[in-house]
Nanobody, 114 residues
Framework: QVQLVESGGGLVQPGGSLRLSCAAS??????MGWYRQAPGKQREWITT???????NYADSVKGRFTISRDNAKNTVYLQMNSLKPEDTAVYYC??????????WGQGTQVTVSS
């Protein structure tokens, strides 16, 4: 059974930084990444990382957010810099395993406000 546990959300001022973590268990994982959902909006894909370390980013976060992973720990990270109020959302990690199963984290709130 694929399980993902997130940590690291919180309240930060505009221009600040946060680092999210997501620990996965129960399988061997290929693609991992992050989505977010702001109030009243649909869930938005923001970034993906392959097992080999290849990355992709949504234009809205490119240059400010960095995804990384530690395959030995089955953990994916999201370093968020230069945060803006519009980055306020619940952030969800996801993982696809080598058996084509998908898992989602429980979500962590990120609030950017002065």
């Amino acid at each position: 059974q694929v399980q993902l546990v997130e940590s690291g959300g919180g309240l930060v001022q505009p221009g600040g930084s946060l680092r999210l973590s997501c620990a996965a268990s129960g399988s061997i994982f290929s693609g991992m990444g992050w989505y977010r959902q702001a109030p009243g909006k649909q869930r938005e894909w923001i970034t993906t990382i392959t097992r080999a370390g290849g990355t992709n980013y949504a234009d809205s976060v490119k240059g400010r957010f960095t995804i990384s992973r530690d395959n030995a720990k089955n953990t994916v990270y999201l370093q968020m810099n230069s945060l803006k109020p519009e980055d306020t959302a619940v952030y969800y990690c996801y993982a696809n395993d080598v058996y084509s199963r998908n898992g989602w984290g429980q979500g962590t709130q990120v609030t950017v406000s002065s």
